[in-house]
């Protein structure tokens, strides 16, 4: 499961001895709720499904695609299904690609997710073999299901945004610039990224 409330509450205490800006921003929005994703196949399948369509057109689709399928936390019950019944659920061809990606690695025990590797590159590196599953989505996987507290989206729009806002940086700063200005807030990234979120939208004052 993801990071605990006390877990990103001492993150970003510790964060905010180390950088200022971070206690005051901190002092004026508060702490972050927990953002916590269950671990496993079902969670990256919903991740697929919910690519690039709104949040009641993925619950329909999940809807359809539950009975479709059947046990939809069985892989091998969607690798098993034909392309006639996923579509009928509403996937596309590319998602049904991707959906299938995912069951046979999963089925066919390439893929373990209980027992991902340790390092957090590796881990991405495994996940990422998933058609359909890009950087930004293993991430998210791995700091929300996981609770990998290191874990830095750097290619996350928002992320970007609010770490020049809270900053004070005059622009948006690029990936590479995010991920370099945050190899001093090791190992509490995870944390800050989630707190970038949460700053979101805040009015500045």
């Given at each position: 499961?993801?990071?605990?409330?006390?877990?990103l509450n001492e993150s970003l205490?510790?964060?905010?001895?180390?950088?200022?800006?971070?206690?005051?921003?901190?002092?004026?929005?508060?702490?972050?709720?927990?953002?916590?994703?269950?671990?496993?196949?079902?969670?990256?399948?919903?991740?697929?499904?919910?690519?690039?369509v709104s949040v009641h057109a993925?619950?329909?689709?999940?809807?359809?695609?539950?009975?479709?399928?059947?046990?939809?936390?069985?892989?091998?019950?969607?690798?098993?299904?034909?392309?006639?019944?996923?579509?009928?659920?509403?996937?596309?061809?590319?998602?049904?690609?991707?959906?299938?990606?995912?069951?046979?690695?999963i089925a066919s025990g390439r893929?373990?997710?209980?027992?991902?590797?340790?390092?957090?590159?590796?881990?991405?590196?495994?996940?990422?073999?998933?058609?359909?599953?890009?950087?930004?989505?293993?991430?998210?996987?791995?700091?929300?299901?996981?609770?990998?507290?290191?874990?830095?989206?750097?290619?996350?729009?928002?992320?970007?945004?609010?770490?020049?806002?809270?900053?004070?940086?005059?622009?948006?700063?690029?990936?590479?610039?995010?991920?370099?200005?945050?190899?001093?807030?090791?190992?509490?990234?995870?944390?800050?990224?989630?707190?970038?979120?949460?700053?979101?939208?805040?009015?500045?004052?």
């Open positions: 499961m993801g990071l605990s409330q006390e877990a205490d510790a964060l905010a001895k180390i950088e200022p800006r971070f206690a005051a921003a901190l002092e004026r929005v508060g702490y972050p709720e927990p953002r916590v994703s269950e671990r496993g196949y079902v969670t990256l399948l919903r991740t697929i499904i919910g690519q690039q993925a619950r329909s689709i999940w809807t359809k695609l539950e009975a479709a399928v059947g046990d939809i936390a069985d892989p091998a019950a969607l690798a098993a299904a034909s392309d006639e019944a996923l579509r009928g659920a509403g996937l596309s061809r590319q998602k049904m690609s991707y959906a299938r990606s995912l069951a046979e690695e893929l373990d997710l209980d027992n991902l590797a340790e390092a957090d590159e590796a881990a991405i590196a495994q996940l990422v073999v998933i058609r359909g599953i890009g950087r930004w989505s293993a991430e998210i996987y791995l700091l929300f299901a996981e609770g990998r507290g290191d874990i830095w989206p750097a290619g996350d729009l928002a992320v970007q945004h609010e770490v020049g806002r809270l900053l004070g940086l005059p622009e948006k700063p690029s990936e590479r610039r995010v991920r370099e200005l945050a190899e001093a807030w090791r190992p509490h990234r995870g944390a800050l990224a989630i707190f970038t979120w949460h700053h979101y939208k805040t009015p500045v004052l």
